[in-house]
Structures are given as structure tokens and as C-alpha cells.
């Protein structure tokens, strides 16, 4: 069955920084959502219905709210969901959003949400109690622990090494400088990251993402309704789903399905993303890639996932400037999860920015001649993963 096509009409994002004071939750959503609906030259009353991004309520200390975001983002006497898979929120209220069209049950949906993690305390503290308290949260398992584990578990099968690991940092701050809306945009070198604080080995506090307060909010519509109302648009040709194991232990290798070095769920979701959008051969027909990688272990295993580089061997790709801009296969050119996360957005964001560049609109971050990319979204603990393929 055909799959009728949707496309990305705006995009609006707020700059992402440690506080922003001088905004509350809801003015945060409404920033986005007012930049997104001037790009998209629409009014909110031409909106069918709005895809409500938001991850968990104790990031914010506000029990359910979305209630608080009915208002601010146009959605009073309009359908209304929220949606919320962890990190991968933002891609997942996209797929959702992108459901209501294709079903033909909406024209236009506005996807919109916020997050205030620098401003919700100790976010680790609330994420690290996602962990069975009986067999796992005693070792302690919290989110930068796991993937630690992950990083061990690469170095051991791939030889992956810390300077390795340093090098995805320096890449990625390097593309956030070129990024006026990236939480960290400030140069670092390997040494420095070297050299950072030890966080959980061999994490440091370089290697890990930023707890990061903005919003974003996205227009999709349908190609109908793009086509009679002459408006521009790029496409979502690929979007897929994929969940993995909640039980850390099953995913050790040793004839387990999945093995914590690899991201094998996120592998199948990609792939499913490309069959839908007829890709064979990603390594020449992606030409942007933005991976959620919070933490610079992960975005080698991401790249791998997404068919860039086969398994292992993108440490040594790095090295020969592969996924830099500028390279074959440009990843996070905005820098990444690395340089910003406002959780209930970030995965978003990863498909604005591949949206923002297939459109050639990146600004002083754009890959030249980018017309086809793919943009993912991690959830839970490291469980639930989403994917999007966006053509020009």
C-alpha cells in the first residue's frame, strides 16, 4: 500500500540554553510555536489538530502538563494528544502527527513541545529511577552508567579508545559553534576533553550531553494541501519505530538478540525508515544525518545503525573525517544531543535540523548539496527508538 506523502511546512525553534529565566513552560512552547507558524505562514486557526511533545512530568514538577499547553499552542476545541517515549518523544509525536495525516483523518497538524531540564534540579536523579529497583537500579544502573556499560562493551569487541570517543566531542562542538541555536557552541580540544572531570569511566563530563531548557514546534501537512495552498515543503518519505529489551542483563550478547555495544533495534528501525523511503545503499544516498547520541560513545554505534559505517568501524572512519561537514556523510551538523538537550524536544529537533537542511536553510551549519536525510530519536533506557527519512 502506497503511503500518501507529508510533508515538513515549518519549523521553529527556540535557542537552547542551561535556564531561560525570562520565560515559563508554557511562554517556552509558545516562542516555538510562534516562530514555526510565521516560517510556515499559517495562522493557528488553519491547524486540524496539534501533537503535544512532552516527556516526563517530573523533568517539569508539573503533574500532567500538557494541560498547561492547550492554550499556548492553539489547541482549544482542536484534537489534542500527548505523546511521551523519553528521549525519543519528539520523533514519536512527529510519527504520530504524521499518522493523522497519511490516515487522512487531518490536513494540517502543528507538533509543539518544551523542556526546562536545566531548571528541574538534578534531572539524573529522576531518570535514573526508570531501572527495576529489584535486580538493576542496585548496581547502580542510572542513564550515564548504562552507557558506560555501552562504551565498554564497544571498546571490548571494537577496540574503540577514549581519544576516539574525544574526537566525537570536538566534531560535534565544532558543528554547534556554526549552530546559533546550540547550547554549547564553544570550541574544545581533545586534550581538554581528556582532561574534563570523570564522570562514569570512561564518560567524562565532555563526553556527556548538557541538561538544556527550549522549545520546538513543527507544521505537517498533507500534499494536497501543499499543493493547493502554493506552499513550500519538504518531504517525510521514511518513519519507523523499533523497541529493545527493558532488562539491561538481556542485552550482554553471548546469544542474546541485541548486545549493548550495538544499537541492533535502532539499526531495524533505520531500516525500516529506508525501505519505506526506497533507499538500498544509505552510505551514498543519505547525505545528512542527525543521530541522538547524548553521550559521544553512542553516536558510533549510531552511525553504524544507520547503515553509515559497518559495525566497528566507524571510530576509524572518524578519524578520516567521514562525518564532519564537509565529509561523505555529515552527522549532527548542529551539533547533536551532545551540544543540546531539552528532552522533550531533542528528538525533534533532530528532524527540524535534517528538515532545515535538505531545504538548504541550515544557515552557517548547512552540508552543500544535501537533498536526503535521516534523523533518529532514543528513548527509555536506550530502549525505544524512532526514525525519520526527510527529502527535499
Given at each position: 500500500m502506497k503511503v500518501p506523502r507529508v510533508g515538513i511546512v515549518g519549523i521553529g525553534q527556540s535557542q537552547f540554553k542551561a535556564k531561560r529565566p525570562d520565560a515559563n513552560y508554557t511562554e517556552l512552547v509558545r516562542e516555538a510555536v510562534t516562530l514555526c507558524m510565521n516560517d510556515a505562514k499559517m495562522a493557528l486557526d488553519q491547524i486540524d489538530a496539534v501533537v503535544y511533545s512532552l516527556a516526563p512530568d517530573a523533568l517539569l514538577g508539573i503533574g500532567n502538563a500538557e494541560r498547561l499547553g492547550v492554550d499556548a499552542v492553539g489547541a482549544r476545541n482542536k484534537r489534542f494528544m500527548r505523546i511521551n517515549t523519553g528521549g525519543s518523544t519528539g520523533l514519536s509525536a512527529?510519527?504520530?502527527?504524521?499518522?493523522?495525516?497519511?490516515?487522512?483523518?487531518?490536513?494540517?497538524?502543528?507538533?509543539?513541545g518544551a523542556d526546562k531540564v536545566g531548571e528541574c534540579g538534578d534531572s539524573q536523579t529522576i531518570l535514573n529511577k526508570i531501572w527495576d529497583p529489584a535486580y538493576e537500579r542496585a548496581l547502580p544502573l542510572g542513564t550515564i552508567t548504562m552507557l558506560a556499560m555501552s562504551a565498554i562493551r564497544y571498546m571490548h569487541k571494537y577496540g574503540m579508545t577514549q581519544e576516539d570517543m574525544a574526537s566525537i566531542v570536538v566534531k560535534n562542538r565544532y558543528h554547534a559553534s556554526?549552530?546559533?541555536?546550540?547550547?554549547?557552541?564553544?570550541?574544545?580540544?581533545?586534550?581538554?576533553?581528556?582532561?574534563?572531570?570523570?564522570?562514569?569511566?570512561?564518560?567524562?563530563?565532555?563526553?556527556?550531553?548538557p541538561q538544556s531548557s527550549g522549545g520546538c514546534a513543527m507544521v505537517l501537512a498533507s500534499e494536497d494541501y501543499i499543493r493547493d495552498n502554493k506552499l513550500e515543503a519538504v518531504w517525510i518519505t521514511g518513519v519507523a519505530h523499533n523497541s529493545e529489551s527493558y532488562f539491561?542483563?538481556?542485552?550482554?550478547?553471548?546469544?542474546?538478540?541485541?548486545?549493548?555495544?550495538?544499537?541492533?533495534?535502532?539499526?531495524?528501525?533505520?531500516?525500516?525508515?529506508?525501505?519505506?523511503?526506497?533507499?538500498?545503499?544509505?552510505?551514498?544516498?543519505?547525505?545528512?544525518?542527525?543521530?541522538?547520541?547524548?553521550?559521544?560513545?553512542?553516536?558510533?554505534?549510531?552511525?553504524?545503525?544507520?547503515?553509515?559505517?559497518?559495525?566497528?568501524?566507524?571510530?576509524?572512519?572518524?578519524?578520516?573525517?567521514?562525518?564532519?561537514?564537509?565529509?561523505?556523510?555529515?552527522?549532527?551538523?548542529?551539533g547533536g544531543t551532545l551540544c543540546a538537550n531539552a528532552i522533550a524536544v531533542t528528538a525533534m529537533v533532530r528532524v527540524a535540523?535534517?528538515?532545515l537542511q535538505v531545504w538548504g536553510r541550515a544557515g552557517g551549519h548547512q552540508v552543500k548539496g544535501a537533498k536526503r536525510g535521516i534523523a533518529s530519536g532514543?528513548?527509555?533506557?536506550?530502549?525505544?527508538?524512532?526514525?525519520?527519512?526527510?527529502?527535499?
Amino acid at each position: 500500500m502506497k503511503v500518501p506523502r507529508v510533508g515538513i511546512v515549518g519549523i521553529g525553534q527556540s535557542q537552547f540554553k542551561a535556564k531561560r529565566p525570562d520565560a515559563n513552560y508554557t511562554e517556552l512552547v509558545r516562542e516555538a510555536v510562534t516562530l514555526c507558524m510565521n516560517d510556515a505562514k499559517m495562522a493557528l486557526d488553519q491547524i486540524d489538530a496539534v501533537v503535544y511533545s512532552l516527556a516526563p512530568d517530573a523533568l517539569l514538577g508539573i503533574g500532567n502538563a500538557e494541560r498547561l499547553g492547550v492554550d499556548a499552542v492553539g489547541a482549544r476545541n482542536k484534537r489534542f494528544m500527548r505523546i511521551n517515549t523519553g528521549g525519543s518523544t519528539g520523533l514519536s509525536a512527529l510519527a504520530a502527527a504524521h499518522s493523522h495525516i497519511a490516515a487522512g483523518a487531518c490536513e494540517v497538524v502543528l507538533v509543539a513541545g518544551a523542556d526546562k531540564v536545566g531548571e528541574c534540579g538534578d534531572s539524573q536523579t529522576i531518570l535514573n529511577k526508570i531501572w527495576d529497583p529489584a535486580y538493576e537500579r542496585a548496581l547502580p544502573l542510572g542513564t550515564i552508567t548504562m552507557l558506560a556499560m555501552s562504551a565498554i562493551r564497544y571498546m571490548h569487541k571494537y577496540g574503540m579508545t577514549q581519544e576516539d570517543m574525544a574526537s566525537i566531542v570536538v566534531k560535534n562542538r565544532y558543528h554547534a559553534s556554526l549552530n546559533p541555536n546550540a547550547h554549547l557552541r564553544k570550541l574544545t580540544t581533545i586534550e581538554e576533553v581528556m582532561a574534563s572531570r570523570m564522570v562514569s569511566w570512561p564518560i567524562k563530563l565532555f563526553d556527556a550531553c548538557p541538561q538544556s531548557s527550549g522549545g520546538c514546534a513543527m507544521v505537517l501537512a498533507s500534499e494536497d494541501y501543499i499543493r493547493d495552498n502554493k506552499l513550500e515543503a519538504v518531504w517525510i518519505t521514511g518513519v519507523a519505530h523499533n523497541s529493545e529489551s527493558y532488562f539491561m542483563g538481556d542485552r550482554m550478547g553471548n546469544g542474546f538478540t541485541a548486545d549493548h555495544a550495538d544499537a541492533k533495534a535502532l539499526g531495524e528501525a533505520c531500516h525500516a525508515s529506508y525501505k519505506m523511503a526506497g533507499i538500498t545503499d544509505p552510505a551514498k544516498q543519505i547525505d545528512v544525518a542527525e543521530m541522538y547520541s547524548p553521550f559521544s560513545n553512542t553516536e558510533f554505534h549510531a552511525i553504524e545503525a544507520a547503515g553509515l559505517a559497518k559495525l566497528g568501524q566507524s571510530p576509524k572512519m572518524l578519524r578520516e573525517g567521514y562525518f564532519k561537514i564537509g565529509g561523505q556523510n555529515p552527522v549532527n551538523p548542529s551539533g547533536g544531543t551532545l551540544c543540546a538537550n531539552a528532552i522533550a524536544v531533542t528528538a525533534m529537533v533532530r528532524v527540524a535540523e535534517v528538515a532545515l537542511q535538505v531545504w538548504g536553510r541550515a544557515g552557517g551549519h548547512q552540508v552543500k548539496g544535501a537533498k536526503r536525510g535521516i534523523a533518529s530519536g532514543n528513548g527509555g533506557d536506550h530502549q525505544f527508538f524512532g526514525t525519520m527519512v526527510v527529502e527535499a
